[in-house]
Structure formats: C-alpha cells, structure tokens
C-alpha cells in the first residue's frame, strides 16, 4: 500500500490547480481547530493509516512543499 501511494503523490501534486493559493493564518487556525485530536485518534486507532500519512509527510518534505 506504501509504494503505491509514493507512486501516486507527484502524480496528485502535477495536478493541483496553478490558481490555488495559500490559505492566510486564519483560515490556518480554523483548520488546526477543526482537525484537533485528530493525529492522536489514527495513533491510537488506525495504525496503517498513520503509516500512509508519515509516508506522504515524508515525501512533501523531501519534495519541499513542507517546511
């Protein structure tokens, strides 16, 4: 399952419309707000899906769109 998301994450990123744009600091908050405890359920609950999200955290890293 690993490889085949790493096989499709530039894929989705060569996708993204050119016209999307940064959300602002507030839109940012509302986000963390909404999506609070989140992280810690799929620890706890759903293992593989953990793994999948690390995989794809790793992969934006290395491409640059995280800092």
């Known amino acids: 399952m690993l490889f085949l998301l790493a096989a499709l994450a ?3 990123q060569a996708r993204l419309p050119a016209e999307w744009r940064n959300s602002s600091a507030a839109e940012q908050a509302q986000d963390a707000v909404a999506f ?32």
Do not use: F, N, Y
């Open 36 to 67: 609070a405890g989140l992280d810690q359920a799929i620890r706890e609950d759903s293992p593989d899906v953990q793994s999948a999200l690390s995989t794809l955290t790793g992969i934006a890293l290395e491409q640059g769109h995280l800092a």
């Open 10 to 12: 530039p894929m989705a």
